[in-house]
């Protein structure tokens, strides 16, 4: 069974960090693309960070390019999405997703919310003096 958790939201000051972090269970990491996708206050789910099982390689959406890193710790079944510089635009929740067995980050580069990807519960990130 596939279950994503996600941690390390909270409150941060604009310019600040936060380390969120997506402990996965029930499948090996080697073989799931992860992405991250956000949902601010009246807004669309959009698709933030994604990295790729098949070469490890990584997408970031315009928005975050130069700020946030996604990372893969495969020893623990974990993946970090680092945020440095942060900004207001960036309070929302975010998800932490995989599309499933041997599959690319497209639903993540596209921001399509196709109904056969697995959701974290998700966490708030709040930026604000």
């Known amino acids: 069974q596939v279950q994503l958790v996600e941690s390390g939201g909270g409150l941060v000051q604009p310019g600040g960090s936060l380390r969120l972090s997506c402990e996965a269970s029930g499948f090996n990491l080697d073989y799931y693309s992860i992405g991250w996708f956000r949902q601010a206050p009246g807004k669309e789910r959009e698709g933030v960070s994604c990295i790729e099982s098949r070469d490890r390689s990584t997408y970031y959406a315009d928005s975050v390019k130069g700020r946030f890193t996604i990372s893969r710790a495969n020893d623990t079944n974990t993946v970090y999405l680092q945020m440095n510089t942060m900004r207001p635009e960036d309070t929302a929740v975010y998800y932490c997703?995989?599309?499933?067995?041997?599959?690319?980050?497209?639903?993540?580069?596209?921001?399509?919310?196709?109904?056969?990807?697995?959701w974290g519960q998700g966490t708030q990130v709040t930026v604000s003096s």
């Open positions: 997703v995989t599309p499933g067995f041997l599959l690319d980050c497209a639903v993540v580069r596209e921001s399509r919310q196709e109904s056969y990807i697995y």
